[in-house]
């Protein structure tokens, strides 16, 4: 079946560096997209989403970016933090799928001091 | 706002045994959603509910069954619990009429090992 995937399992950036977190999607009817993240021993925390309607949106030091061109989502974390060290899951959920969403597996973010 | 809790935290089974997860949301959320995460996985959606009195399967349903009488709780039961269940479970909830979003909250996860 269709799934959502992510390019890298482990990312480690410099504290206070942007840091790019990457997922490719493969089910073209999908129309909503949503980051989590997900600190050690808890569940996993909203960050931002974006319809398929959109290119971009910003929150508070997060961008989302979609290509639905080539099928990609990426999340970009401005000026990234030791709070910010933990697992960044990209989600999808496809239209008229009674709002079920599809995880990708996951890629680990470390904070170097 | 308690938002989604979950109990209880931990557990640890014997094979054969069976037990209850309780997910309680206090959001009136319409949605509910159980998924298990296994080491370096994503979610996977056990089962899922749209409404008080209503269940439908998700992508791993086996050996697991649930019930929504009560719009605030879902509740997961395995029957007889396996190995292959060890994990932790996750309970969401999403409103119906959020707009424009398909959000779904998450409690803080229910730690399995079944022996």
């Known amino acids: 079946g269709e799934s959502v995937g992510l390019h890298l399992p482990t990312l480690s950036v410099q504290e206070g560096d942007n840091s790019i977190i990457n997922c490719a999607y493969s089910?073209?009817?999908?129309?909503?997209f949503i980051w989590y993240k997900q600190e050690s021993g808890k569940g996993p925390q909203f960050i931002i989403d974006?319809?398929?309607?959109?290119d971009k949106r910003q929150g508070q030091r997060v961008t989302v970016l979609l290509n639905k061109t080539v099928k990609h989502l990426s999340l970009q974390i401005a000026a990234t933090q030791p709070g910010d060290s933990a697992v960044y899951f990209c989600?999808?959920?496809?239209?008229?799928?009674?709002?079920?969403?599809?995880f990708g597996s996951g890629t680990q973010l470390t904070v170097l001091p | 706002n308690a938002g989604v809790t979950q109990t209880p935290k931990f557990r640890v089974l014997k094979t054969g045994q069976s037990m209850t997860l309780l997910c309680a949301q206090d959001?009136?959320?319409?949605?509910m959603y159980w998924y298990r995460q296994d080491p370096g996985m994503g979610l996977r959606l056990i089962h899922y509910?749209?409404?008080?009195?209503?269940?439908a399967k998700g992508e791993v349903p086996d050996g697991y069954n649930v019930s929504r009488l009560k719009k605030q709780n879902f509740l997961l039961g395995l029957e007889s619990a396996a190995p292959s269940q060890t994990s932790v479970y996750f309970c969401?909830?999403?409103?119906?009429?959020?707009?424009?979003?398909?959000?779904?909250?998450f409690g803080p996860g229910t730690r399995l090992t079944v022996l």
């Open positions: 969401a909830s999403s409103s119906l009429t959020q707009p424009l979003t398909d959000t779904q909250y």
């Open positions: 089910n073209s009817a999908s129309d909503y």
């Open positions: 974006i319809r398929s309607n959109m």
């Open positions: 989600a999808e959920n496809m239209k008229g799928s009674a709002r079920q969403l599809t």
């Open positions: 959001m009136n959320h319409e949605y």
């Open positions: 509910s749209v409404g008080e009195g209503t269940t």
